[in-house]
């Protein structure tokens, strides 16, 4: 399976936008890049996905490099409730078209006050 | 909206005790999947079910057992509780997503001491 490397701990301000690097470089073709977050106490939910091009919603943007072996995931503006663990995944295609994520040990982002 | 419902959020077993973990989601997603969560890890794949009837190891599933009768339902056993097994237990479901990803729903976890 492909792997990712993220930094163990991030810090930030309060309000000010964030920028949670994310490298792959062994990723493949098919492999779809997946940002999900961790929140004290709670299971993990999903921020963003992308395949090639960057990608936004409402939550947050996604960088993906032109040759995707690395990509960013962007907080604009971001809020205490944004500290977490956040976690960058390649997805892996099983049978019937489903996928299986691995999980790494993530980017603990702080946010200061 | 319930989601992903975990049952019971808390356990403490004796080693060799035999239990199970409860998961249920009414999004009717077919695809659930059982993960563990160990102190400075990240989240460790132990079974997933592509379908009622349906269903494959993952990365680390010995130890547990899994079936899967209903879409709804997606229970994981423990047949003999041992302290290796010690750890936060998420189970998920999957929605197909426009352009083939996937998005998993967790639950809030079952934290489960072996001692």
């Known amino acids: 399976d492909a792997k990712t490397t993220q930094p163990n701990s991030m810090e930030s301000n309060e309000e000010e936008p964030v920028h949670l690097p994310c490298n792959h470089s062994t990723i493949s073709g098919t492999d779809y890049i997946h940002w999900y977050r961790q929140l004290p106490s709670q299971g993990p939910e999903y921020v963003i996905h992308g395949l090639t091009s960057n990608v936004n919603n409402r939550m947050a943007s996604l960088a993906i490099a032109e040759d995707r072996k690395s990509s960013t995931l962007i907080l604009h503006r971001a809020t205490l409730r944004d500290a977490a663990v956040y976690y960058c995944?390649?997805?892996?295609?099983?049978?019937?078209?489903?996928?299986?994520?691995?999980f790494g040990t993530g980017t603990r982002l702080t946010i200061i006050p | 909206n319930a989601g992903v419902t975990q049952t019971p959020k808390f356990q403490v077993l004796k080693t060799g005790q035999s239990m199970t973990l409860q998961c249920a989601q009414d999004?009717?997603?077919?695809?659930m999947s059982w993960y563990r969560q160990d102190p400075g890890m990240g989240l460790r794949l132990i079974h997933y079910?592509?379908?009622?009837?349906?269903?494959d190891q993952g990365e680390v599933p010995n130890g547990y057992n899994v079936s899967r009768s209903t879409t709804e339902d997606f229970p994981l056993r423990l047949l003999s509780a041992a302290p290796s097994q010690t750890s936060v237990y998420f189970c998920?479901?999957?929605?197909?997503?426009?352009?083939?990803?996937?998005?998993?729903?967790f639950g809030e976890g079952s934290r489960l001491t072996v001692l």
């Open positions: 999004m009717n997603h077919e695809y």
């Open positions: 079910s592509v379908g009622a009837g349906i269903t």
């Open positions: 995944i390649l997805s892996l295609l099983l049978n019937f078209g489903n996928e299986k994520l691995t």
């Open positions: 998920a479901s999957t929605i197909r997503l426009a352009g083939g990803a996937g998005e998993l729903f």
